[in-house]
């Protein structure tokens, strides 16, 4: 009997891409900032201002963290402590349970990403306080409740289609972690993508680990040739 078939190469979204819609995200954000600076009591440039910083820090830190989109919903403010995040719940068919591996995990956030979640928290806690609501992701500033999974999908799409990048997915975000994989640092990928077992961070993302036995293929060929 044959085993199961070789799942298929996880696609990523290359770093210039990733790099292209950050850069269209920031335009949009600067561009609300001074249509909502012009005239701050307007709900509509509220409105318009609170999503556009939600989509940039979306990109950020979906390409960073390597989270699941079930994962990223239902983020809480207080999951992050300066640049510490604790990923430790998830979301499938709108309900709330642990994550797909059943086990939480802490990861590092870049300054830049971590500074991003404080200062766009604050700033809207100030404008908006909500003191018993702290979901990272929500349809207003109020944040009474989590975006869903599918909605940050759609936000994700429209921003790379912006920008211009071709077949957005937010989840081939997640595979751009498979570069550490590239370097090495299994164990390193493993970890932050919150797999239960490293193999399966080498089974999908062994297409991106370069040959390394070019030393014992010149052995085998000295050897032959030999005599």
Same mark, same amino acid.
């Given at each position: 009997?044959?085993? =199961?078939?070789?799942?298929? =190469? ?12 950050l850069r269209s995200a920031g335009d949009s954000v600067e561009m609300a900032t001074h249509a909502f600076d012009a005239n701050p009591q307007s709900p509509r440039l509220q409105?318009? !201002?609170? +999503? ?17 989109? +079930?994962?990223? /919903?239902?983020?809480?403010? %207080?999951?992050?402590? %300066?640049?510490? !995040?604790?990923?430790?719940? %998830? ?7 642990? #994550? ?7 990861? #590092?956030? %870049? ?8 200062? @766009?928290?604050?700033?809207? /806690? ?6 018993? @609501?702290?979901?990272?992701?929500? =349809? &207003?500033?109020?944040?009474? /409740? ?13 921003? *790379? +289609?912006? *920008?211009?990048?071709? &077949? ?10 498979? @570069? ?5 640092? !299994? ?12 193999? #399966? ?5 062994? @297409?991106? #680990? ?7 293929? &010149?052995?085998?060929?000295?050897? !032959?040739?030999? +005599?």
């Open positions: 009997m044959s085993g =199961p078939a070789r799942p298929e =190469p996880r696609r990523h979204h290359t770093l210039s891409e990733v790099r292209q819609i409105r318009r !201002l609170f +999503g556009a910083e939600q989509g940039l820090l979306l990109v950020r830190l979906a390409a960073e963290s390597g989270a699941r989109r +079930g994962e990223l /919903a239902v983020l809480r403010f %207080g999951d992050l402590e %300066g640049r510490v !995040l604790t990923i430790e719940r %998830g979301v499938s068919r709108g309900v709330i349970g642990s #994550t797909k591996s059943k086990r939480s995990r802490r990861l #590092t956030l %870049g300054t830049t990403t971590a500074s991003l979640v404080h200062a @766009h928290y604050s700033a809207w /806690a100030e404008r908006c306080p909500s003191p018993d @609501h702290d979901w990272l992701f929500a =349809p &207003n500033p109020m944040r009474e /409740a989590f975006m869903t999974a599918d909605a940050l999908s759609h936000k994700f799409r429209r921003l *790379a +289609g912006c *920008a211009g990048v071709p &077949n957005p997915a937010l989840h081939r975000l997640r595979h751009g972690v498979a @570069h550490l994989v590239d370097e090495g640092k !299994l164990l390193k990928a493993h970890a932050r993508l919150g797999h239960s077992d490293p193999s #399966t961070t080498l089974r999908h993302y062994s @297409h991106v #680990t370069p040959p390394d036995d070019e030393d014992i293929a &010149n052995e085998l060929d000295a050897l !032959l040739n030999s +005599g």
